[in-house]
């Protein structure tokens, strides 16, 4: 098998077939390449004399060895033709993303909403493949791979929304359980932001804001290929059911709005409320109201708190209790 089999009623087993370095090998020529993209832009599947058609190749000898290097991994030959394969398919992706082939940049946008951290205006800019939101005021800073691709065709007032779309879209997948490089398993562990950017950057204790020191941050650990995306805990829990039911019950329908007006908790809104174990919370607001989430170090849900301050009522749910401390 492949890339997955199954011995029995076992485990499914992954042999590596091909080392990467052959792999991309077989793509180093252009003629490769035209046939990836004739596949691509067909109806699944291509006869041998519809792909040389496409690709523009006289000589039927050379267009065949150059579709046979491509058999197995990207191409899969069948009885009615030639298909690309799921790998196959995901180069052409890239392709198409401007992954490899294009390059772009954004001058600074001003953000409809504050800093969350001091209040400050802040703006969102694009080079080198990543979108980089700043506050003027205490210098923090968020960066986010996007895809050149993204921001195709779209005028300049729709980026700012269509980079958080994207953005949010991402932490789904990463939430879920999938690593957005790789499609490896990730797991979370949540964590101080000052112990995250520490592990992450060199000599970053000087320009980290006092206020941000002890927020907590989610770092999702790929198995796979050792990524280590990372995430605000106001960001992650965002979709979390109890906030998405609490939004809604007041009108908000919080998985359409504008993540950067919903993103952005304070940093009095978020907090490590012990260490040892560690138990961490993020509150959100509405119409006066207010729900938190408590989660433990490995982003299990501990507790939720509902408050309605507009009659003095207050509700713990307890999901683990014992390890619900109260801030």
Request: charged share 25%; proline share 7%; with cysteine.
């Amino acid at each position: 098998m492949s890339a997955a089999g199954y011995r029995g009623m076992g485990e499914p087993e992954f042999v590596e077939q091909t080392d990467p370095e052959t792999v991309f090998t077989a793509l180093s020529d252009s003629n490769r390449v035209e046939i990836l993209q004739a596949l691509w832009e067909s109806d699944e599947t291509a006869t041998f004399s519809e792909l040389r058609e496409a690709v523009g190749t006289r000589d039927s000898g050379k267009f065949n060895y150059h579709l046979d290097k491509l058999v197995g991994e990207f191409v899969t030959r069948t009885d009615a033709g030639y298909e690309l394969t799921q790998a196959g398919k995901q180069i052409n992706g890239a392709i198409e993303a401007g992954a490899y082939t294009v390059t772009a940049t954004i001058e600074p946008i001003e953000l409809p909403t504050p800093c969350p951290v001091c209040g400050g205006s802040r703006t969102l800019s694009y080079a080198d493949e990543t979108v980089s939101v700043d506050c003027d005021s205490c210098g923090t800073v968020a960066e986010f791979g996007v895809p050149p691709s993204v921001f195709a065709d779209c005028d300049r007032e729709a980026i700012p929304e269509i980079a958080g779309r994207y953005l949010r879209t991402t932490f789904r997948k990463v939430t879920s359980g999938f690593c957005p490089f790789c499609d490896g398993p990730v797991e979370p562990t949540v964590r101080p932001i000052s112990e995250v950017l520490d592990s992450h950057l060199e000599d970053t204790e000087d320009d980290l804001p006092v206020q941000t020191d002890d927020m907590p941050h989610v770092e999702y650990d790929c198995r796979r290929c050792g990524a280590t995306p990372t995430g605000g805990l106001g960001l992650v829990c965002l979709d979390h059911p109890a906030v998405v039911s609490f939004y809604y019950d007041r009108g908000v329908d919080i998985r359409t709005e504008s993540i950067w007006s919903v993103v952005g908790c304070p940093p009095d809104r978020q907090s490590i409320r012990t260490t040892d174990p560690l138990v961490a919370a993020v509150t959100y607001t509405a119409d006066e109201d207010s729900i938190t989430v408590v989660v433990d170090e490995t982003l299990d849900t501990v507790a939720i708190e509902r408050a309605c301050h507009r009659i003095g009522h207050r509700v713990l749910s307890f999901v683990r209790p014992g390890l619900c401390p109260r801030s």
